[in-house]
């Protein structure tokens, strides 16, 4: 069973592996996550995250990007490279998102019908 593209449109999904320091597992995390994200980052503390910066290129073969925290802000170091190959795990957690009721206040999100699955 798979999501109608028209029940999709315009949604995506952002997957993010927070570390304190193991960037290398946080790196083979988010590489897992492109199988349902859209988009997976990870996430360091400013101060650890120089190992990473250098390793630059084995991110960008991975289609991962680097986020890291500067005091109270969130800073791209760099992009991650849109992912398309997704298994049914993208549906699976997009259902459980449209389910929870943490969703952002002030937004809407129809549950889908039979129809449009």
Partial sequence: MTLAPEYVH???IVAIE?????????LDQAVLYRRYA???FVLLPAE???AAIKAR???EDAGVGLLVVRGEKIVTV?????STKHDWRRDYVYF??????KRPT???CPFPTHQTI
């Avoid at 927070?18 to 946080?26: G, S």
């Avoid at 760099?78 to 849109?82: G, I, L």
């Fill in 96 to 101: 459980r998102l449209l389910a929870s009721e």
């Fill in 106 to 108: 002030g937004q809407w």
């Fill in 78 to 82: 760099f992009d991650a490279a849109p």
């Fill in 10 to 12: 315009g949604a995506k």
């Fill in 18 to 26: 927070a570390k304190l320091t193991k960037w290398r597992d946080a």
């Fill in 57 to 59: 290129a084995g991110f």
């Fill in 38 to 40: 859209d988009e997976s």
């Fill in 48 to 50: 650890n995250a120089g």
